[in-house]
């Protein structure tokens, strides 16, 4: 691919020729194979491509860069996606030590409660603190040996 302008010949009896010739397309991107053909055939076609080696040069370096850069970019994005796969692997070998939910049972409670309902009838709430359950079963049994 090339930087080319393309221009159209002027005729000058049964021959085309460069002195005169008008600009059909400006700079633009051509294959280098097309330019070459029309070169060689201009004086039959009538056609002349005008390549601009020096701006092909910059654009095909600038091109270069990019894909540099990208390939640069995407190098780098691997090995992070590496790093994280070996983060996560090494997390997960790791060993999570259990806590034990299981609630501890206060048995002087238990009994407190226990108590409560022989007397009551019936359980206390739920929620009831020891120093509560006591107070009232202090109470009933005072009620009781009057």
Not at 42 to 70: D, L, M, N, Q
Not at 86 to 102: A, E, F, N, R, Y
């Amino acid at each position: 691919m090339v930087i080319a302008e393309l221009y159209k010949l002027a005729k000058y009896g049964n021959k085309f020729t460069k002195e005169q010739k008008i600009l059909v397309r400006e700079k633009s991107l051509v294959p280098r194979g097309q330019v070459a053909r029309i070169n060689n055939e201009w004086e039959a076609c009538g056609k002349w491509y005008e390549v601009y080696e020096k701006e092909t040069e910059k654009v095909f370096e600038e091109g270069e860069a990019k894909v540099k850069a990208i390939k640069v970019a995407q190098e780098d994005s691997d090995a992070l996606g590496k790093v994280m796969a070996d983060t996560l692997k090494s997390v997960k070998k790791k060993k999570v030590k259990k806590i034990d939910t299981t609630p501890e049972i206060n048995e002087e409670l238990e009994a407190a409660k226990d108590r409560y309902e022989e007397l009551f009838g019936e359980r206390p709430h739920h929620m009831a603190q020891l120093k509560g359950i006591n107070k009232k079963i202090a109470e009933k049994e005072a009620e009781l040996s009057n």
